[in-house]
């Protein structure tokens, strides 16, 4: 006899079930049981790195637990005979989950990786086919030298079995002479890391002077040999033979642009012919000029040659560098060179009426002196061009920034040393708002700090560069319009300004002093920290922190005014922690390799900190995000997600939902929306 449940028994068993499913947050079973690996291993080659590989810590029902930390170890499953896996291995998880980028297997075969942590089930990744090692083949061959004195530098590449360049390989190379005189010795660094698949020798050095030596590459793995080179006498050398003319200073240029060439001319005012044994870049950055060359090996007497030299920035900032002639010779020489670098685009949001969402955002276009306007849909976060989609801008705008209410906007334009002003309309287009207020030289980066409700713009901060000062504003609250109140010095060279969200604080990042362990070539980072006077504006500093690092590339502080980042050349990012009360950032926390172009904090809905990083250089288009354990500072990898070219500016909408990156490569900006983990999911690419 059939029977039929009623309505409130069913309701009791649909209750049941939804228990039995986990799909209440209370359920007992909402613990962390297993790992499971949610980014699986790609096809790799021996030697190469693996990875990015992630590995989750799960519950019984899959779901992501972003409070487990277990130490998670991985290690090779199925594996042919001999199968090594070697690099980072283990790791703590951060929110749940671990991110292994340097994982390496030492040989070809089908393979799977197996996962464990203490107390969780362990996991096994789906299988990965190893190919041969990778090739080797000298990018920058060994070149004329003397005896006992450093070679010019031998580059080695690191190439799949197509020939094409495996530019994430950190392999170990070791070079040795091939062919030579018996008992010719090689002294210096003879083995290197790979960085960006290349592995770079800078000091090596031969004793016995001979024709038709080469030098031998190797891993361990795979070898190959060089062309033949000659190790001359020093008395084949002469002093004072070289005129070398004229120096070159390139002036501004944006990022993802290249100057027009520059030709130096090398003169030999001997009698005799001289050996050109050396030509090139030194200095940081000496990729940012690339050089060409019609000069051979050996330059006649009163004969002369030319070099072309082109400045193409990869990193803003300024650069110092010289054309190196005849390295460690007795006719050594040596020309300046410099340039200074800004990116091409730079981004901004302004807040809606509430101040806790995105309404509207702006590019300012330093290659074509416009700022280009849009609208942001508040439930998607993309961004649709207004009409009409620009307004002009001062000669190379360089920074954008908005005020609090969402009212006004302030752009600082690089060459014309101006700051344009702009009022929001309802529809989210600028109008300009009377004159343009005169800066110091080489604007570059603008501020706003909140007046004493929060709710409006209050005063305006200019870094300007070439004039080592920052400018001070006040904002007339009813039109926006800028009132002078004078500059303060900073140090040298400061290339940004923050302020905290109070407004009661603000940051100005320098290069200021040098490195006692380096070269002139080399600065440090540093940051300033300054109190706001209320009435005024007026800026007193408050302390000077300097970290012993290489120029800044940006500078932020967090939406809750309790951490900033410093961004530099060298590509470490310093975590400050900042004092609620004094407002001066505390001890640097921690960095990351790599070199950084610009960084974005966010803090998550558990107040988890986050860092979203962008590098510079060819190559670099990606945004890398990062957890940090603001207790101890440690960092990993939870995120990269690409970007277009060159991606040098980034912004984080109120509401800390979405993220827009200007790429000043590629002309566009990458649109993001921000999950809870930190990470980034691409919602789209639209152009300026």
Not at 350 to 359: N, R, T, V
Not at 571 to 578: E, N, T
Request: glycine residues 10%; aromatic residues 8%; charged residues 10%.
């Amino acid at each position: 006899m059939s029977r039929t449940l009623s309505s409130a028994a069913l309701q009791v068993l649909w209750l049941l079930a939804a228990c039995d499913s986990g799909g209440f947050a209370s359920h007992p079973d909402r613990v962390p049981v297993r790992l499971a690996f949610t980014v699986q291993p790609t096809v790799a080659s021996a030697g190469v790195p693996i990875g990015p590989v992630k590995v989750t810590v799960q519950d019984a029902h899959g779901n992501a637990m972003s409070t487990a930390t277990p130490r998670i170890t991985i290690s090779l499953g199925t594996s042919p005979p001999g199968g090594i896996l070697s690099g980072i291995t283990s790791l703590s998880a951060a929110a749940g989950v671990a991110v292994f980028s340097r994982l390496i297997i030492n040989k070809p075969g089908a393979y799977t990786l197996n996962a464990e942590a203490s107390g969780l089930a362990w996991a096994s990744s789906s299988p990965i086919e190893v190919t041969s090692p990778p090739r080797l083949a000298f990018r920058k061959q060994p070149s004329t030298s003397v005896a006992n004195q450093t070679m010019p530098p031998v580059e080695v590449s690191i190439l799949d079995a197509q020939g094409s360049a495996l530019t994430g390989s950190t392999l170990y190379v070791t070079v040795a002479i091939a062919t030579g005189p018996a008992g010719a010795r090689m002294s210096g660094r003879v083995t290197v890391r790979a960085v960006d698949g290349v592995a770079t020798f800078t000091d090596l050095s031969i004793d016995t002077p001979s024709d038709g030596y080469t030098l031998a590459a190797s891993t361990g793995l795979v070898t190959t040999t060089s062309i033949p080179f000659s190790v001359l006498t020093p008395s084949s050398v002469s002093r004072g033979c070289w005129t070398l003319g004229p120096p070159v200073s390139f002036g501004l240029q944006t990022i993802g642009t290249s100057s027009t060439p520059r030709t130096i001319t090398l003169t030999n005012t001997c009698a005799n012919a001289q050996p050109l044994l050396y030509a090139a870049i030194n200095g940081f950055n000496w990729e940012d000029f690339p050089l060409t060359s019609n000069c051979p090996g050996s330059i006649d007497a009163g004969a002369s040659c030319t070099f072309n030299v082109t400045f193409s920035p990869s990193c803003v900032g300024t650069r110092y560098n010289a054309l190196l002639i005849n390295y460690e010779s007795p006719d050594e020489l040596w020309l300046p060179l410099d340039g200074t670098g800004i990116g091409a685009l730079t981004v901004a949001v302004a807040p809606d009426p509430s101040g806790k969402f995105g309404q509207f955002a702006y590019v300012a276009n330093a290659n074509t002196n416009s700022v280009s306007m849009y609208r942001i849909a508040r439930d998607t976060g993309t961004l649709t061009p207004l009409v009409p989609a620009s307004i002009a801008a001062g000669t190379t705008p360089s920074s954008i920034a908005v005020d609090p209410s969402g009212k006004f906007a302030y752009v600082a334009n690089a060459s014309s040393k101006d700051i344009s002003s702009y009022r929001i309309g309802a529809d989210g287009t600028l109008a300009s708002v009377g004159s343009w207020w005169a800066t110091g030289v080489l604007p570059t980066s603008v501020a706003v700090a909140p007046d004493p409700t929060g709710a409006f713009g209050g005063f305006v901060y200019v870094a300007n560069v070439k004039s080592y000062n920052v400018s001070m504003f006040t904002i007339e609250s009813g039109t926006g319009a800028l009132t002078p109140s004078g500059t303060i010095d900073v140090g040298t060279q400061p290339w940004f300004v923050a302020v905290h969200p109070t407004g009661k604080f603000a940051y100005v990042g320098s290069p200021e002093g040098f490195s006692a362990e380096l070269d002139y070539l080399y600065q440090n980072s540093s940051i300033y920290t300054y109190t706001i006077d209320a009435t005024t504006g007026s800026l007193t500093l408050k302390r000077l922190q300097t970290s012993g690092y290489h120029g800044p590339t940006s500078l932020t502080v967090d939406p809750s005014g309790k951490f900033a980042a410093l961004t530099n050349e060298w590509g470490v990012v310093l975590w400050w922690s900042i004092d609620p009360t004094a407002g001066v950032p505390l001890v640097p926390g921690g960095g990351l390799g790599g070199r950084a172009a610009t960084a974005a904090l966010t803090v998550g809905p558990s107040g988890e900190l986050f860092a979203h990083v962008t590098t510079c250089g060819v190559g670099s288009n990606a945004v890398l995000t990062y957890a940090i354990d603001t207790g101890t500072w440690a960092s990993s990898l939870v995120g990269a997600t690409d970007a277009g070219v060159s991606p040098t500016s980034i912004a984080i909408d109120p509401s800390g939902r979405f993220a827009y990156v200007a790429n000043s490569g590629s002309g566009s900006v990458s649109m993001y929306s921000v999950n809870g983990d930190g990470t980034l999911t691409p919602l789209g690419t639209i152009g300026p």
